[in-house]
C-alpha cells in the first residue's frame, strides 16, 4: 500500500485538508473543509488545523510529517509576510507553534510553492524540464519558479512593481472584481504582468492557476508571449497535494 502524507491549505476563507496518495498525485480521501476563524492569529488557525489532523489520524502515520501551506513568504518555519492575512503573521514562528498545538511535525510552505510543485510533479508542467513560473490569480497573485523540479522558495512574483503599484493589486483575480473589469480591461493588465516576468525570468512555461483559471479560456489565447501559458489542471487541489509531497521530502 502506498503512503499517505497529510497536506492542509490555508486560505482567507477555509482551511481544507486531505489524505494525498503520492503516486497518483491525488487525495486518497475526501478533502475536509473548516471554515477560517474571523480574527486568524496563528495560534487561532493551529486549533482549527488540529481538528483536521486528528479527524484523519487514525488513517495517519505518527511520524509523517504535515504539510501546511500559508499564502505568506516562510523563511526556516517563520513566516514574514502578511499581505492578505492577520498582521500577527509577520515573524511568527508559525511552524513551532503548530508543531506545539499537533504535537508532531509540520513543513510549512508558501501556499503558491506548494500549488507550483504539485503542478510540476503531477498537473500542467508534468513533462517541462526547464523553467516554469506558476501563478495563481486570486486574492493576491502567488508564485512559484521551477527549474528542473527544484522549487526556489518565496519568489512573490505578485509583489513586482506593475503600472505604479503593486502587481497583485493591479493584476489578481480580486483586482479584475473590486475594479469591476471586463475581460477585454482585465486582459491588457494581464498581457503587461506577464511580458514583465517574461523579460525578467524567461521561463520555458507559465502555469496559471488559482479560481479564475476555470475560466483560462476567456484570456489566456489571448496574450502574446514567447513561452506557452497555460491553465493548472489540479485547481484547488493543488496547494494540498504540493504540501503533502513536500511533507514527504522531509
Ligand atoms: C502573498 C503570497 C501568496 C499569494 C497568494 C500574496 O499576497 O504575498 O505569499 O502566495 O498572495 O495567496
Redesign the pocket.
Known amino acids: 500500500m502506498t503512503k499517505s502524507f497529510l497536506g492542509i491549505d490555508i486560505?482567507g476563507s477555509g482551511i481544507k485538508g486531505a489524505l494525498v496518495d503520492l503516486e497518483r498525485g491525488d487525495f486518497a480521501t475526501d478533502r475536509l473543509r473548516i471554515p477560517t476563524p474571523m480574527k486568524s492569529t496563528p495560534g487561532k488557525i493551529a486549533q482549527v488545523v488540529s481538528r483536521i489532523v486528528n479527524s484523519f489520524a487514525p488513517q495517519l502515520d505518527p511520524a509523517t510529517p504535515i504539510g501546511i501551506t500559508?499564502?505568506?513568504?516562510v523563511t526556516h518555519g517563520k513566516t514574514r509576510?502578511a499581505?492578505?492575512i492577520d498582521k500577527s503573521w509577520i515573524n511568527a514562528e508559525a511552524e513551532n507553534i503548530f508543531k506545539a498545538k499537533l504535537g508532531r511535525e509540520v513543513v510549512l510552505v508558501?501556499?503558491?510553492?506548494a500549488a507550483g510543485v504539485a503542478e510540476q510533479h503531477y498537473g500542467a508542467a508534468r513533462d517541462c524540464d526547464g523553467l516554469v513560473v506558476v501563478t495563481?490569480l486570486?486574492?493576491?497573485?502567488?508564485?512559484a519558479m521551477i527549474f528542473r523540479g527544484i522549487l526556489i522558495p518565496?519568489t512573490?512574483f505578485?509583489?513586482l512593481e506593475l503600472d505604479g503599484a503593486v502587481a497583485?493589486k493591479q493584476a489578481s483575480a480580486n483586482a479584475k472584481a473590486e475594479n469591476k473589469l471586463s475581460y477585454s480591461e482585465y486582459i491588457p493588465r494581464l498581457q503587461r504582468y506577464y511580458s514583465h516576468l517574461e523579460r525578467l525570468f524567461w521561463p520555458d512555461l507559465f502555469v496559471v492557476g488559482g479560481g479564475i483559471s476555470r475560466s483560462s479560456s476567456k484570456f489566456l489565447p489571448k496574450l502574446k508571449l514567447s513561452a506557452p501559458i497555460v491553465p493548472a489542471q489540479l485547481r484547488n487541489k493543488a496547494g494540498i497535494i504540493g504540501a503533502a509531497y513536500l511533507a514527504s521530502l522531509r
Not at 508558501?110 to 510553492?113: E, G, H, R, S, T
Not at 486570486?138 to 508564485?143: D, E, L, N, R, V
Open positions: 486560505g500559508v499564502p505568506a513568504v509576510t499581505a492578505n508558501n501556499d503558491a510553492d495563481t486570486g486574492t493576491g497573485i502567488g508564485s518565496n512573490e505578485g509583489h497583485e
